[in-house]
């Protein structure tokens, strides 16, 4: 369903209309660095990363493609803003417990003003965020019964950071934000970093994931993994079978 579907549905711009487009783009829009690292098995190269929304609109839409999270995010911010919602594009940073190396604003996150305000993200790799979660704190559990919350944060560069619990474990964060607005613009200095880091999460070879019903389905070089239910099963991919498995099971074609 595209943007001028919506309008037509007479989308709300309310909770409800937002859990399930949350849910649909975790399904149907991969998270993928293939634009940064190409075909791991073939010639082609990375094409770069780019955050114009044009651009976005481009690759994400009409080419049916994924991207990380200052692509995913930055065009869903938009997507959100033309459905009517009061939404916030919010810097985040994805950091080990008590470290703070990485560069600034090394994640695009966004929020959005509707009876509470909420964190709302499409663009965070696994584990991924199913649920808008509220910001005073209270705990949510998502469609895996995983539990989030958000707590206010006084660390540098942050107001908040999310929490997450997997069933059996404790509290662990996924990232700390701010709740500053910002520009697009703002993002491409990091975006560019990410992209271009020696050695760097995003450099070192092909991330594809993408959510399913009951977990989520993860394509690297030459694993294909699925965790259902809590279960994990892997299959080995070889080279000549990649871009196969790339098209059929994440509907990407490079």
């Not at 692509?71 to 470290?99: F, H, I, M, Q, S």
Request: net charge negative; with cysteine; hydrophobic share 35%.
């Amino acid at each position: 369903m595209g943007l001028t579907d919506l309008r037509a549905a007479a989308v709300s711009p309310d909770y409800e209309t937002l859990d399930r487009l949350v849910s649909a783009h975790l399904q149907h829009v991969p998270f993928e660095n293939l634009d940064i690292v190409g075909d791991p098995h073939g010639a082609a190269d990375g094409d770069g990363v780019s955050l114009s929304l044009p651009d976005l609109y481009e690759k994400l839409v009409d080419e049916r493609r994924g991207g990380y999270c200052f692509e995913l995010n930055g065009l869903w911010a938009w997507l959100l803003d033309e459905l009517g919602y009061d939404v916030d594009r919010c810097a985040g940073r994805v950091t080990d417990e008590g470290e703070f190396g990485h560069p600034p604003a090394n994640h695009h996150t966004t929020v959005v003003h509707l009876d509470k305000s909420y964190v709302v993200d499409v663009g965070s790799g696994t584990p991924q965020l199913r649920t808008p979660v509220p910001l005073d704190g209270t705990s949510v559990a998502d469609a895996v019964g995983v539990q989030w919350r958000v707590d206010p944060d006084d660390t540098p560069l942050s107001d908040y950071v999310l929490k997450l619990r997997k069933p059996g474990a404790d509290w662990s964060i996924r990232y700390r934000f701010e709740t500053t607005p910002r520009a697009l613009p703002y993002f491409e200095a990091t975006c560019d970093y990410l992209a271009n880091e020696p050695d760097g999460t995003f450099t070192s070879g092909p991330i594809v994931a993408r959510s399913t019903p009951d977990g989520t389905l993860s394509l690297d070089a030459d694993t294909l993994t699925r965790v259902a239910d809590g279960e994990t099963t892997e299959w080995t991919i070889q080279p000549s079978e990649w871009n196969e498995v790339l098209a059929s099971e994440f509907g990407i074609r490079l």
